[in-house]
């Protein structure tokens, strides 16, 4: 195929050798400023090698991809607005420091997106969450729009999207679609995800250029089934019935 090669970086801490550290395959670059990839770090590719492992059983797929997750909602986080607040500590001292400003909800699309919802609830202590439920069909990989239920006030919110799988972009397009219909602005959706194609995020970036996609790697393209490769295969199955 014509699909570039995927850069290669070596992994490992510092204290080592260039020398001694092993080569892995990382996220590949993509020009747009609205992308972020998480950090490269040895963590990072250690779970991703796990959970593309043909090999890896579901109950350590679940245990890294939820690893991974946590690490996305965390990154996802840092891009929603702070104000200063200052407080006082035990011991008499104020602390000049900040806190969250704004409301938020996750919205997972259905089902793979799911599995997601879990990590979210970790960090946000009762967030709301609300559903798409998009499908791929399996012959043309066009997305197909099933049911949707989101919070009354979705407006106002900021959204967390939820999807892992990030391919031909059609269902992330389509899902966005549907928040901006109930007058999300693009600005305040949040799109994250664990794998991404080129493809997928050249055809959404163009689209919808102030939303932020948050992946933690972007691999090196489709094949003829529209599947992420390198990848992991199919998400949902593996996650909830492999
Ligand atoms: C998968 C995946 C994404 C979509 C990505 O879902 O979870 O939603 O495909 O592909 P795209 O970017 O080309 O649209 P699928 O429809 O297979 O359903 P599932 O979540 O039930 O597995
Ligand atoms: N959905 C998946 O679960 N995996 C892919 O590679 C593409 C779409």
């Known amino acids: 195929s014509n699909q570039p090669t995927s850069p290669k970086q070596s992994v490992g801490p510092d204290y080592r050798d260039e020398k001694q550290k092993p080569t892995a395959t990382v996220s590949t670059a993509v020009p747009f400023e609205n992308v ?5 770090t040895p963590q990072l590719i250690a779970l991703l090698t796990m959970i593309r492992d043909k090999n890896t059983d579901r109950a350590d797929f679940i245990f890294y991809s939820n690893r991974i997750i946590r ?8 891009h929603l607005p702070v104000v200063e607040h200052a407080i006082t500590t035990p011991v008499g001292r104020s602390y000049a420091g900040v806190q969250f ?16 919802e879990q990590g979210l609830r970790e960090c946000c202590r009762s967030v709301r969450i609300g559903k798409i439920l998009i499908q791929r069909d399996e012959e043309t990989s066009m997305p197909k729009l099933f049911y949707d239920k989101l919070p009354e006030d979705i407006a106002d919110r900021w959204c967390l999207l939820l999807d892992p799988m990030f391919a031909t972009g059609g269902s992330a397009i389509m899902a966005v679609d549907v928040l901006k219909s109930r007058g999300v602005p693009e600005n305040r959706i949040l799109f994250l995800n664990l794998l991404a194609s080129p493809e997928g995020i050249e055809n959404f970036a163009k ?3 102030q939303l932020r996609i948050i992946t933690a790697f972007v691999d090196q393209g489709l094949d003829e089934k529209n599947y992420i490769i390198p990848g992991l295969g199919d998400f949902g199955d593996r996650f909830y019935t492999m």
């Open 71 to 78: 690490l996305l909602v965390e990154e996802g986080l840092n």
């Open 101 to 116: 400003q704004g409301k938020i909800c996750g919205v997972s699309i259905m089902r793979a997106g799911e599995a997601m």
């Open 36 to 40: 972020h990839t998480l950090p490269q």
């Open 207 to 209: 689209r919808f250029p």
